[in-house]
């Protein structure tokens, strides 16, 4: 793998760890071809409103797909994509939206099947896939998130506040940011200690979580220039052992309420 071997390690001994545009983007080219990056960051202009949180005054956009991952390296390895299903979290990963099955758009056809996303899950499939080697399929949620920033409204990352997504790994992977001021992301552990803090700063710049072991949150952007449209646009990636019974991981979910973005 090119970069920096210790980007692993560092996610298995902090259990989170920031990877910078330059390393992440050969990573993803190790895994497959980029070519078509422009579209796939220019179907964030596509994204659906989401309506749960428009209920409680907030605005996010979105658009959902479930894949299943195939242990990397297995005779059966591949990537398929599951009938279009909800998003659920319990209410002790989502304290604000737990409980319930959300639907949101799904991710359009020629997204999903872009080159650009096929190499983003197998990387994921690999790079977690070597973390957790005992794991045969990976049960993956992909979000796209687009926040923007208004004049009198700060955009809210993630509006659940610090949280953790009740799964086993998370990939957030920044496709664009434009006019945007702040969107700090800070990882604290199981006692609410922050022991990380870093911004998403550049596209394919991102964040490695093990979401067992660390919560993660995204402070509120705002707009450089009012005058102008903004937005921070994401991928999120999650991952669970998809054979593992129930939904979310079960660990308890301690300090922190919890739940989803990046
Ligand atoms: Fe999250």
């Known amino acids: 793998m090119p970069g920096s071997p210790d980007f692993p390690a560092a996610l298995r001994e902090d259990g989170f760890c920031f990877v910078d545009a330059d390393t992440m983007q ?12 422009a579209q796939f960051r220019a179907s964030w202009n596509d994204l659906a409103p989401d309506r749960y949180l428009e209920k409680l005054g907030k605005q996010r956009r979105r ?19 599951e009938p279009h299903q909800p998003h659920y979290q319990s209410l002790a990963y989502n304290t604000l939206q737990g409980d ?8 359009l056809d020629p997204v999903a099947g872009s080159q650009s996303l096929q190499a983003i899950l197998r990387h994921c499939q690999r790079l977690f896939g070597e973390l957790a080697p005992g794991v045969r399929r990976w049960h993956a949620e992909v979000h796209q998130f687009r926040i923007e920033a208004q004049a009198e409204a700060p955009g809210q990352p993630t509006p659940e506040g ?15 940011r434009e006019n945007i001021a702040r969107g700090t992301t800070s990882i604290h552990d199981m006692h609410g200690r922050e022991i990380g803090e870093f911004t998403l700063t550049r596209p394919f ?11 993660h949150g995204v402070t509120p952007v705002e707009a450089i220039d009012p005058a102008l449209d903004s937005h921070r646009d994401v991928l999120v990636v999650t ?5 593992r019974a129930g939904r979310g991981n079960g660990v308890s979910p301690g300090t922190y309420s919890a739940a989803a973005g990046g």
């Open 100 to 107: 319930i099955e959300r639907w949101f758009e799904p991710i």
């Open 26 to 37: 050969a990573w993803l080219e190790s895994d497959g071809a980029l070519d078509d990056w």
């Open 63 to 81: 658009r959902h797909a479930v894949f299943t991952l195939s242990r990397s390296g297995s005779r059966d390895e591949d990537i398929v994509r």
């Open 205 to 215: 710049d991102a964040a490695l979580v093990d979401d067992a072991r660390v919560f």
């Open 239 to 243: 991952l669970r052992d998809a054979d």
């Open 162 to 176: 610090m949280h953790r997504d009740g799964v086993d790994y998370v990939l957030v992977l920044l496709v664009d």
